[in-house]
C-alpha cells in the first residue's frame, strides 16, 4: 500500500487489512493497492478522492478495468504523477475495492468484468 497525504509511506499489509486500510482512507488522500506486485499475474488499484482505476497485470499484458467504451483521453493525477487516461477507464472511488475484495478468484475477474488493454 501507497499513500500520499501529502507526503509519500509505502508499507506491506495483508489483504483484508487493505480492504479496512481502502474503507477508511480519508477523501483528500491519494492511495495505491497492489496485489501480487511484480508477478505474472498483478492487480493495481489506484484511489483518488474522485475516482478510482484498477490495472490487471495478466498473460504478459496489463488491462485497464473499464465501465464504459469511451476511449478518449483525459488528464488525471494520481498521487503525485499526471496521466492521460481512457475516459471509460476513469471508475467509481469505491469499485477498486470491489475488486480487491474477489482477487482472491483473479481469473474471474477478466470474464466478469470488461477490460481494455492497456
Known sequence: METWDPGYQRRTIGLEEAWDAYRRLPLHVSASFSWND????TLIVGVEPEFSTVTMGRERSFWNLRVSEDEEKVPIRMGPD??????????????????????????????????AEG
Open 82 to 115: 499526471d496521466y492521460m487516461w481512457p475516459r471509460g477507464c476513469i471508475l467509481p472511488r469505491d469499485m477498486g475495492l470491489e475488486l480487491l475484495q474477489k482477487v482472491d478468484d483473479f481469473d474471474s475477474l477478466f470474464d466478469e468484468y470488461s477490460w
Open 38 to 41: 511484480c508477478e505474472e499475474e
